[in-house]
């Protein structure tokens, strides 16, 4: 919505024409008429659309401002029962974010890195922004670093303190969500060997 918009109201003026004693219309000589005292104002489209333009745009900021008000109330209320939340697990449905958005990005590395590297190859960047942190893990190592620079193929980020094999992720949670409650993540290796049976 155009919050800039102002409507102006127009001024309408009354068609008066000259009454004679009688309550009769006064006639013109000269046109045959009845004699205009006051020339009303004219009906027509463009008064009748912007009339209707009004209408519309307070309609608009009616429903803008109901939306801001259920917000309002929405958080109002969930800080009343957790002080502190404001609303932070609110959805007011008004097309509005929520401050909380859990972030699902997760690449897997394509070669291993070993501790001071800054370019990981990774099989998907999907998701990923400079300037934000993820967590690197596999088998044996953990660590949270920043992202420098993300290109299609490859996540730039701080050195690396510890190494890295081949498969282990980056991802930006790594959280589980299971029967509507956030869990660890789950993560592991396997040794797989190949037995001939005879």
């Known amino acids: 919505m155009d919050n800039a918009y102002v409507f102006v109201p127009r001024v309408w003026i009354d068609h008066i024409i000259e009454i004679d004693e009688y309550g009769n219309p006064v006639i013109d000589p000269a046109t045959g008429k009845p004699k205009v005292l006051q020339e009303g104002t004219r009906h027509m489209a463009a008064f009748e659309n912007h009339q209707e333009q009004g209408i519309l745009k307070s309609h ?91 290109t299609a193929s490859t996540i730039t980020v701080q050195p690396l303190v510890n190494d890295y094999v081949k498969g282990a992720r980056i991802a930006r949670s790594n959280v589980r969500i299971a029967d509507g409650q956030m869990t660890r993540g789950d993560w592991g290796t396997y040794s797989v060997a190949v037995a001939e049976v005879v």
């Open 60 to 150: 608009e900021r009616l429903d803008n401002h109901a939306d801001k008000i259920m917000r309002i109330q929405v958080q109002m209320e969930l800080d009343g029962r957790a002080p502190g939340n404001s609303g932070t697990f609110a959805d007011a449905f008004d097309g509005e974010p929520n401050k909380l958005v859990r972030q699902t990005a997760v690449a897997v590395l394509t070669a291993p890195r070993a501790a001071g590297t800054t370019e990981l190859n990774v099989d998907t960047t999907d998701g990923f922004k400079a300037f934000t942190e993820v967590t690197v893990y596999d088998g044996n190592n953990s660590e949270d670093v920043l992202i420098t620079d993300v």
